[in-house]
Structure formats: C-alpha cells, structure tokens
C-alpha cells in the first residue's frame, strides 16, 4: 500500500507560474524525497529532505515538511515548460526501515 | 556514465515463458530494488536486497524471484510470465538514505 500521496493528481500551468503539489503520508519516517519522472523514462532524485528539517531549497525547488501534520509539500517557482513531468514523493519508515515507499505522483503540464 | 543499467529496455513475452531482467550498478551501493510501475498505480515494490547476500520481499513479490549475483549486480526473474505482469519495470540502488535513490531508465514489458 502506499504511504505518500501526491495531491493533485493532475496540475496544469502556464510558463512562469509556480507549482505547488503536495504528499501526505501515514506512519513516521526517517526522511521524505521527491522525484522527477519525464514521460517513458526512470525516476530522477530532485531533493531529500530529513524528519528533522522543516524546509529545503535546490534552485527553484522549495521542499517543506510538515511531520505534525505528516505533510510535505515541493514548490517548483518561475515554471518552464521542461518542467512538464509527473513528480513522486517517496518515504521511509522511522523503524529501522530504509524502504523507499511511493505515491502515486503529480503529473505536471507546464504550458509554453 | 555512472548510474543503474537495466537491460533489455523493451521485451515481448508469450504467457508462461520465463525471462531475467538484468540490472547493474556502478555507484557501489549496497541497497537495490526492483519496482514495477503500473498507470494509476505509482511504484510498487516487488523485492529488494539490502545488502549483497540478501534479499527480501516487497508489496508485490508474487510471481517473481531475484538474485543478488554479487554488489553490482541484482535480477529479477519471472519463471512463468502473466498477462498481469505487462508492466514497466525498474531498478534502483541506493546507500541507504544518504543521498536518495538512483534508477534505472525501465523495462517495458508486454505479456501476451
């Protein structure tokens, strides 16, 4: 089953416009990571972030965490149609599980 | 280029043949997995091996084996191929949590 959600499903945009999506999840976790995926192609890692981090930045990638409200949120700025890509959160288990779990992501249109 | 290589990228298979998917790291990880990637489903865990010698069941582990040859290299076999396992599938390798994960670009399998 999965343990991340990615919220909405679906996001379309136009070029220069933010991107907000969002992943809960159910139980504790060592850290939560958020990954690109370009249509037909393997996951890319974008960014990981700690249970004890509450925000991280990698360029126009801003990645909150939230473990009080079992949230996180990856907010992609000034959006370019390379963008365009369905995006995963995944997390681990805080019991000694290094496992990565995934949602079933956020496919993201970012319009020229 | 380091990474994960995952061979063949594409495959069409008879129901009840068998076949290897071959995956192999470079990075000199010791964790590695096999996901499949279904529409609307996200990634599901089929096994992974944690370390070399190792291997353990994941989500969706039936009807698939592995073997964890040695640190590089980790298959994964379907001994009598379903229509149900028409999927994409993907190798990942990581050092536990450190720097996240790193897949392979799939292998798109079709089962007739």
């Known amino acids: 089953s999965q343990q991340g959600e990615e919220d909405p499903q679906a996001l379309s945009i136009q070029e220069g416009e933010n991107a907000t999506m969002n992943c809960s999840y159910k139980?504790?976790?060592?850290?939560l990571q958020w990954y690109r995926q370009n249509s037909g192609r393997g996951l890319v890692h974008l960014i990981l972030?700690?249970?004890?981090?509450r925000e991280k930045h990698s360029g126009r990638l801003r990645v909150t965490l939230d473990t009080s409200k079992k949230s996180s949120s990856l907010l992609i700025t000034a959006s370019r149609a390379a963008d365009t890509a369905s995006y995963f959160c995944?997390?681990?288990?805080?019991?000694?599980?290094?496992?990565?779990?995934f949602g079933r992501g956020t496919s993201l249109i970012v319009h020229p | 280029n380091a990474g994960v290589t995952q061979t063949p990228k594409f495959q069409v298979l008879k129901t009840g043949q068998s076949m290897t998917l071959q995956c192999a790291q470079d990075?000199?990880?010791?964790?590695m997995y096999w996901y499949r990637q279904d529409p609307g489903m996200g990634l599901r865990l089929i096994y992974y091996s944690a370390s070399e010698g190792t291997t353990d069941k994941g989500e969706v582990p039936n009807g698939y084996n592995v073997s964890r040859l040695n640190k590089r290299e980790f298959s994964l076999r379907l001994e009598s191929a379903a229509p149900s396992q028409t999927s994409v599938y993907f190798c990942a390798s990581s050092e536990r949590d450190l720097y996240g994960y790193t897949f392979g670009s799939g292998t798109r399998l079709t089962v007739v």
């Open positions: 972030i700690r249970s004890n981090e």
């Open positions: 995944a997390t681990d288990g805080s019991g000694g599980s290094y496992i990565p779990t």
């Open positions: 139980t504790s976790i060592n850290n």
């Open positions: 990075m000199n990880h010791n964790s």
